[in-house]
């Protein structure tokens, strides 16, 4: 009988498959983002509260129809000697005409995502710069930050290897150009 040889597990391996058996409690999240595990606990009703005023805008305004999922696992490029970064944005927008959502697996390719969406919790818990190497270094075309410390919207766009070239921040109060699909200014007079 012939001997089976296996190649034995790298730590990227090892880190990949610890990370897809967590079993977090209910309401929260756990991410893989650049080889760091981060588990992060149910939001506040003021953190659901922005994401909802910012959908309702969107799907009212946008140029093209779009679908919104609120934490929807997306399977992005890996940095150099880590597994693939596993990232739970608070909100992930695709043109309704991609039907993307519709028979995705859990974890999901970033192809044809349009934008994703990030609220700061008040007390960070992480770095909110590994999210943005991994939207980047995944061609995500734009990341909207709503920081509720600085009370301000950051837009990410043009990305590049690990991280956008351009970005725009302004206060809570002021408008944010939002460019296609989307083509119209987002308000954020709501969240003061």
Do not use: C
């Amino acid at each position: 009988m012939a001997a089976m040889v296996h190649e034995p597990f790298t730590h990227e391996d090892v880190l990949l498959e610890g990370f897809l058996a967590l079993n977090v409690p209910e309401g929260f999240r756990a991410e893989l983002i650049e080889g760091e595990i981060i588990v992060t606990p149910p939001p506040d009703g003021d953190h659901e509260d922005y994401i909802s005023l910012l959908v309702s805008q969107v799907i009212r305004k946008s140029r093209v129809d779009m679908q919104f999922s609120g934490n929807k696992g997306l399977k992005l490029e890996k940095g150099d000697g880590r597994p693939e970064d596993h990232a739970i944005p608070d909100g992930t927008f695709a043109p309704t005409s991609l039907r993307l959502f519709r028979g995705a697996d859990s974890w999901m390719p970033g192809d044809g995502v349009a934008m994703v969406l990030e609220v700061t919790p008040f007390k960070r818990r992480h770095d909110p710069e590994l999210e943005l190497r991994a939207y980047a270094r995944s061609g995500i075309p734009l990341y909207l930050l709503i920081d509720r410390d600085d009370a301000s919207v950051t837009l990410f766009s043009e990305p590049g290897k690990e991280d956008y070239r351009q970005h725009t921040t302004v206060p809570f109060g002021k408008s944010v150009p939002l460019p296609h699909p989307f083509g119209f200014d987002l308000e954020t007079a709501e969240f003061l």
